[in-house]
DNA sequence: CGGCTACTATGACCGCTGTCATAGTCGACC
DNA sequence: GGTCGACTATGACAGCGGTCATAGTAGCCG
């Protein structure tokens, strides 16, 4: 959530994603888009000319970027990276947004995916590349502490999976204990992960 | 889900969890609840008379009663009970689901929770109390299975985060995928904790 | 200047939404 | 039969949704 100051489409895909983290899709109008951005409302349909559907799958994407780019800067600012230390990381933007700004918003893929039923399949799949957009960083991150890569893209998908659950539940009791507590609970497992050469294979091949 | 000859409220509150778990809360319009539950329009001032909003929030009632309700059963459906099992069946019935009817639907309390714009804030306290209700059962069992009470309550948050994150992916993936992979990921850690004394606490104060 | 392109500005259309108002039906009870 | 209550049946209303159509402006190029 950076810079306001760019064009106006940019802006427009921004305030969408905005948006439709607060209230879902269906809520969202394309005039509130379009005031929310401070952008002209003839814009819409020269910059998105696939209506709403194309708005909405752009700002999923951006959303999807968004998230692996923060990835990346979760890395940098842990001094020893660990699985735990990032998925921390990635929970404790969720609990320093909820504490500053209340439990108004979600996650915008998540949104996109429940409320799917307006903009037609297209939206879906936006949803799904952005969940792999993001899932590809976190899984390379986890390669890079020491996981071995069978496992990493597992445990990426488990992290999201609990990290998107848990935001849903914070929102829900205007509460972040489910964010605090499943880092509390994870992070062992995720931490047990590292350096483990057939130790994995074993834990997965006991199924 | 189950019995559809009953009274016509029962129905449409039950018309009305299924289209919310679909489309969102915004995107279902009371008349198709009520076309849904081959109810009369008319009925749904009289029995609803709080409005949509009224509709929803008992939608999200049912749905966690509902969600309650299945622990029980997925307990009873166990020879041996493991926390391990007990998330794998909670699992099983969305995997069960999307191999049967496709991934049409998701969590309506999810739905809820995402989508509580329209209705006001009751929906979301609506949902707040459906996460309560399905928590209860499921830490219940766990401590029925060895695990130590203080930490039940904390898998029990994880467990259903997890769970709703994964159904969000695989909806949007159209791959069941991550439902299989946190079952196979979490399970060791579910299983760890039984039986485990001060070793819990161990953990826990590790931090 | 003319012409072209990028962008902006409105206004209108149709469909759908939730809600209210009114009238109608049915059955039980006295 | 008469009356009351529960339930059903429509119709209308006001509002907002996305989208199309049309006209307007600004700026650059030649």
Redesign the interface.
């Known amino acids: 959530m950076t810079q306001a100051r760019r064009g106006p489409r940019e802006r427009m895909v921004f305030s969408a994603a905005q948006l439709i983290r ?6 969202t109008g394309m005039r509130e888009v379009a005031a929310h951005a401070d952008a002209p409302r003839g814009s819409l349909q020269h910059y998105f000319p696939g209506g709403k559907e194309q708005l909405v799958n752009e700002a999923v994407a951006w959303a999807g970027r968004y998230a692996a780019r923060r990835v990346a800067r979760f890395l940098a600012g842990l001094d020893r990276p660990t699985p735990s230390g990032l998925f921390a990381a990635m929970a404790a933007q969720w609990t320093d947004e909820y504490a500053a700004d209340g439990f108004t918003a ?1 996650c915008p ?3 996109a ?3 799917c ?2 903009s037609g399949d297209s939206t ?1 799949e936006a ?2 590349t ?3 957009t993001w899932r590809g960083p976190v899984a390379e991150a986890l390669t890079g502490m020491g996981v071995p890569p069978v ?1 990493a893209d ?2 990426a ?2 992290m ?7 935001i ?2 914070a ?4 509460d972040v ?2 964010l605090t ?2 880092v ?3 992070g ?2 995720l931490d047990a992960a590292t350096g483990e050469g057939r130790a994995g294979e074993a ?2 091949a ?2």
Do not use: K, N
């Open positions: 607060r209230q879902g899709v269906t809520a979600g893929v998540a949104a995916t429940v409320d039923a307006t879906r949803a799904a952005a969940f792999a496992r597992s445990l998908t488990l999201i999976s609990t990290l998107e659950g848990a849903l539940m929102r829900a009791e205007r204990r489910p507590t499943v509390e609970e994870l062992p497992l834990i997965a006991a199924d």
